[in-house]
């Protein structure tokens, strides 16, 4: 009798036992020699409730936005909406007010000459005065240029050093290649911003029987009630459905990339240099 309490006292508590497993199973606790095991073990944080789902997509996205290029979220130069130094007074206004933006690159007379950023704001007094003229010069803020291998996190430093919320992008050759501004990394670890000139626009269009049209930003919950599909979101590692393309395919999928989902296959239809925009969905018999 007296063995047997020895034995049972000897050993710890069931309780200690769980919180040392619990402690060691810890993903902060394990030394990590890549990024891949960082995320990982961030994963296994949020399965093991020790942080939210938002903060480990939000963590492992900051973690791999060190490998991300400003050519690889850049608005290229055909999207840019540009003032040249030589436009007058009425024309700057009148593009102001088309595109909605609030800050401009301003070029020179040559070729991939940056003057300057025009802030839309700095144009609001003109406005109420009885002439509209008005020096663009003396109104231009210091450019920043960056090179398209500069790294997105690096260039998210810069901004928030310089108090700054756009670069011109050049390529190796001195020519301008696009535009970045600090929203555009920032949708890389958040998502999507929509602002006031976004629109919204219908996620699922239905175009024919059984064919659809769907938004990459939809959520993949909201997907897969919309169609019924048996698969728990909670099982797959995204929370859209353009995230769960890149996922699959591990970098950003061309126009013409499927994958297959239950009954669905789900086809890229629309996509630029920075993301999935829309989808074509077929159901199949």
Known sequence: MNQKLN??????????????KKYFRNPFFIKTTSISEVTDFL?????????????????????????????EIMIPKV????????????????K???????????????????????????????LFKESLDFNLNEMLRDPNVVPETKKADSLLEEFKKDRS??????DEYGEISGLITIEDILEELVGEIEDEHDFEEEEIIEISNNSYIVDSKIELEEFISFFKLKTDP???????????FISKFGVLPKIGDKIKLEKLSIEVSDTDNRRIKKLAVTKNK
Not at 84 to 89: G, K, V
Not at 99 to 126: F, Q, T
């Open 79 to 94: 999207d840019m909406v540009t003032i040249q130094i030589a436009e007058n007074s009425t024309e700057i206004i009148n």
């Open 234 to 244: 909670l099982t797959i590692d995204a929370e859209t459905l353009g995230g769960l």
């Open 165 to 170: 919320h756009m670069a011109v992008v050049i």
């Open 96 to 126: 102001i007010i088309d595109s909605g933006h609030s800050r401009y690159p301003v070029l020179g007379n040559e070729r991939n000459e940056v003057e300057g950023i025009l802030l839309a704001k700095d144009i609001l007094p003109k």
């Open 43 to 71: 994963r296994d944080a949020a399965d093991q409730n020790i942080i939210d789902r938002e903060a480990e997509s939000i963590a492992s996205k900051a973690i791999r936005l060190g490998n991300i290029t400003v050519k």
């Open 7 to 20: 034995n049972e006292e000897s050993k710890p508590p069931s309780k200690i036992l769980n919180k040392l």
